[in-house]
């Protein structure tokens, strides 16, 4: 059974900073793993999808790997803005069921002004 | 292009009751997914509907159920309602047709308070 996991929970840093959030999958055995963001009361956006082939992807500020081998991707955000403040998840889909997409508990960011 | 809808945004009842719950998915996506999110538990996979057909199901009870129309439409019934279904439901559509490099793209989700 999958897991997914998000360290750090919850996270806090000055207007700015560059920084990392990151998740880990017990189960290698997957289709792709997926960046989502979530503002309060609101649904999921979409940042970022890489397939089970590749290593990252790109959107403007932000930068999403995969590592599959060790379970783990990473979500770099560059010069943080106030506005990057929000929930982000990760989620993945598995091979097995490829569009029941499981999730991770999300780290709250803030980005204080 | 507009993106996926639901309806009611919120919605209160009572223990005891039913309800039904409407996604509109993005046009031109044939897969549905509804999802439920609740602060102990997070987001937890519901079912999923390509082309009328239940693809996947999570682990729910069978007074969660689902359906979905020819135009692609999706909606959620939940029966014999508990305070534990007090959550925020999610419904996300994608293409569906080509295996897992669609992104889903998420509504803004359907508040249920049951009191």
Redesign the interface.
């Known amino acids: 059974k999958q897991e997914v996991t998000q360290i750090p929970a919850a996270l806090s840093v000055p207007e700015g900073e560059n920084l990392v959030l990151n998740c880990s999958f017990t189960d290698s055995a997957i ?2 793993l ?1 960046w ?1 963001r979530q503002d309060p ?6 940042l970022l ?1 890489i ?2 082939s590749q290593r990252e992807q790109t959107s403007g500020r932000l930068n999403a790997s995969l590592d599959k081998s060790s379970g783990r991707s990473t979500l770099y955000i560059a010069a943080s803005q106030p506005g990057d403040s929000a929930t982000y ?1 990760c ?1 993945n ?1 598995m ?1 097995t ?10 780290t709250s960011l803030s980005v204080i002004p | 292009k507009a993106g ?1 809808t ?1 309806t009611p945004r919120y919605l209160i009842k009572t223990r005891g009751q039913q309800v039904t719950l409407s996604c509109s998915p993005i046009s031109g996506h044939r ?1 549905v ?1 509804w ?1 439920q999110q609740t602060p102990g538990q ?4 519901l079912f ?1 509907y ?1 082309s009328e057909t239940q ?2 199901k ?1 682990n729910f009870p069978g007074r969660f159920s689902g359906r979905q129309f020819s135009n692609s439409r999706s909606e959620m019934n939940v029966s014999t309602l508990e305070l534990g279904d007090s959550a925020l439901y ?1 419904c ?1 559509s ?1 293409d ?1 047709s080509s ?3 669609q ?7 359907t ?1 249920l308070s049951i009191l």
């Open positions: 289709y792709n997926q989502f009361g609101k649904g999921l956006t979409s999808l397939q089970s998840l989620a889909s091979k069921s490829y569009d029941k997409v499981i999730f991770g508990p999300g | 996926v639901q897969s997914s999802y997070g987001l937890q996979f999923e390509f693809r996947n999570g999610l996300a994608s569906g295996v897992g490099n992104p889903q793209h998420f509504g803004d989700g508040r």
